[in-house]
């Protein structure tokens, strides 16, 4: 995914889990809507208030496996 493009989701929901933050996110590729959620990094974790409930975030997914993806 490192070389993946890039869209625009928006932040579902968090919840923190033991010691991290783990993120749920949807993002649209051609007019189908994708769900996933995510651990937030370390990096992220300092920027936690970007992750919050109906933020926009960027996800960068694989064109070949749109249904793989990661934020940024």
Known sequence: ????????????DAHDEDTQTVIYYYYN?????YESSQRL??????RRARYVPGA????RFDPRRPGQAIVE
Not at 1 to 12: A, C, F, N, Q, T
Not at 41 to 46: H, M, Y
């Open 1 to 12: 995914l490192k070389y993946g493009r890039i869209v625009e989701g928006r932040i579902i």
């Open 29 to 33: 590729i051609s007019n189908v809507r």
């Open 41 to 46: 990094t370390q990096e992220q974790e300092r």
């Open 56 to 59: 926009a975030i960027s996800v």
